[in-house]
């Protein structure tokens, strides 16, 4: 979905050092969703932000941290990256005000490679 | 949120209707049925959701039964740009959680 972007798209990184990825939306949505991907898996949560001041725990969120900076961005550290981080992150949004459902949006992804 | 099962990998062929089934046994009165879609690595695309009644929209149709123990997601033309793997997933709607437990899905391959 183009109103949900991340950079960079893709990134090697060595073990060790401190990566950002990045997730802004256009959708004017107020909740914000990390995930990653490994091979032949599904999806699992690793941070969840409902609002600009609102930072929640997922499924696996050791190794990770987030900061919501804007209603539209929310940025994924790895503090310091370890081989088994290599895996496929996508951020999500949806809309608070669609009380009957939170239907997520997706952005592209990014590919993260950990040496 | 209920557990859902459903077939590994499908075949269909090219203009004919993909019938993807879901079973969802264990779902609760509250909890709505969604599918999504993931085209090799992209992020996954909502297709469509319901709660009871059966639901249609520009992409595909899906089929509640009356139990709600199981559901079917139509897409009624495949074309082989609907090869991908597609995700059944049941959930409720809360206001202090809203994982979506992705599973490992239906690889769907549209055959020429």
């Known amino acids: 979905d183009a109103d949900v972007t991340q950079t960079p798209r893709n990134r090697i990184t060595k073990t060790g050092k401190r990566i950002m990825l990045e997730c802004s939306q256009t959708?004017?949505?107020?909740?914000m969703y990390w995930y990653r991907q490994d091979p032949g898996l599904g999806l699992r949560l690793i941070y969840y932000s409902f609002d600009v001041k609102d930072i929640n725990k997922g499924e696996i969120s050791d190794g990770y941290s987030v900061s919501r900076q804007a209603q539209a961005k929310f940025s994924l550290s790895l503090e310091s990256a370890i081989p088994n981080q290599t895996a496929l992150y996508f951020c999500?949004?949806?809309?608070?005000?669609?009380?009957?459902?939170?239907?997520?949006?997706f952005g592209p992804g990014t590919r993260l490679t950990v040496l | 949120d209920a557990k859902t099962t459903q077939p590994t990998s499908m075949d269909c062929a090219e203009g004919r209707a993909a019938n993807l089934p879901c079973n969802h046994s264990?779902?609760?009165?509250?909890?709505?049925v969604y599918w999504y879609r993931q085209i090799h690595s992209q992020g996954p695309q909502y297709i469509i959701h319901g709660l009871k009644n059966n639901e249609t929209n520009e992409m595909a149709s899906l089929i509640i039964t009356e139990d709600r123990k199981s559901s079917t997601l139509i897409l009624p033309h495949a074309t082989l740009r609907d090869t991908a793997v597609y995700y059944c997933?049941?959930?409720?709607?809360?206001?202090?959680?809203?994982?979506?437990?992705f599973g490992t899905g239906t690889s769907l391959t549209v055959i020429p």
């Open positions: 959708k004017g949505h107020d909740r």
């Open positions: 999500a949004t949806s809309d608070r005000g669609k009380v009957s459902t939170d239907t997520q949006y």
């Open positions: 264990t779902i609760s009165g509250n909890e709505y």
């Open positions: 997933i049941v959930r409720a709607f809360t206001n202090t959680g809203n994982q979506f437990y």
